[in-house]
T-cell receptor, first 114, second 113 residues
Framework: KAGVTQTPRYLIKTRGQQVTLSCSPISGHRSVSWYQQTPGQGLQFLFE???????NKGNFPGRFSGRQFSNSRSEMNVSTLELGDSALYLCASSLGQGVAGELFFGEGSRLTVL | GQQLNQSPQSMFIQEGEDVSMNCTSS?????WLWYKQDPGEGPVLLIA?????ELTSNGRLTAQFGITRKDSFLNISASIPSDVGIYFCAGQLLSGANSKLTFGKGITLSVRP
């Protein structure tokens, strides 16, 4: 059973640019969550999608957005990049909402903003 | 909002030693999860706990769901060099359709050969 796949694994952007990251969840998983990880800050929750709808949102500015497609694949977008957006962006999938269960993470997309 | 406390930020142990990590919260959870993250990788689930008082083992790892539902601990016995990594605890409180996980900031474990 394939795991969570994130693309690209690494990318470098400059301030002011925008970036789109992609996530394919485990087959059969309908919920996708996104996290930002920076040194010292741990895993900061960005948002969660279920059935193409954003169900939960963390405390990030509107420059961070996402969406989910009918096949449960998800993308997140960051516009007008800032230096502080440099981080590892992790996607995680789970079976569904309202279900006690584990999140399964991808390997992440490491974004460097210059 | 909910916060999970993991301390210390770093731990250094000798190969072969046992180590215990705590995770505490000001709020109750009905699921506790422990993850390990290797450098350059995403977190990998180690143990999931679903019931207060539950004690679960996975090889050399043992974790417990605190009776108060506000804490959990992870114990690693007979540590080996590949135990090096960041250990995160996560709590989940199911409320209707809301099942968001809250993560601690992690403990970086170093194992000296």
């Amino acid at each position: 059973k394939a795991g969570v796949t994130q693309t690209p694994r690494y990318l470098i952007k400059t301030r002011g640019q925008q970036v789109t990251l992609s996530c394919s969840p485990i087959s059969g998983h309908r919920s996708v969550s996104w996290y930002q990880q920076t040194p010292g800050q741990g895993l900061q929750f960005l948002f969660e999608y279920f059935s193409e709808t954003q169900r939960n949102k963390g405390n990030f500015p509107g420059r961070f957005s996402g969406r989910q497609f009918s096949n449960s694949r998800s993308e997140m977008n960051v516009s007008t990049l800032e230096l502080g957006d440099s981080a590892l962006y992790l996607c995680a999938s789970s079976l569904g909402q309202g279900v006690a269960g584990e999140l399964f993470f991808g390997e992440g997309s490491r974004l460097t903003v210059l | 909002g909910q916060q999970l406390n993991q301390s210390p930020q770093s731990m250094f142990i000798q190969e072969g030693e046992d180590v215990s990590m705590n995770c505490t919260s000001s709020s109750i959870f009905n699921t506790w999860l422990w993850y390990k993250q290797d450098p350059g990788e995403g977190p990998v689930l180690l143990i999931a706990l679903y019931k207060a008082g539950e004690l679960t083992s996975n090889g050399r790892l043992t974790a417990q769901f605190g009776i108060t539902r506000k804490d959990s601990f992870l114990n690693i016995s007979a540590s080996i060099p590949s135990d090096v990594g960041i250990y995160f605890c996560a709590g989940q409180l199911l409320s209707g359709a809301n099942s968001k996980l809250t993560f601690g900031k992690g403990i970086t474990l170093s194992v000296r050969p």
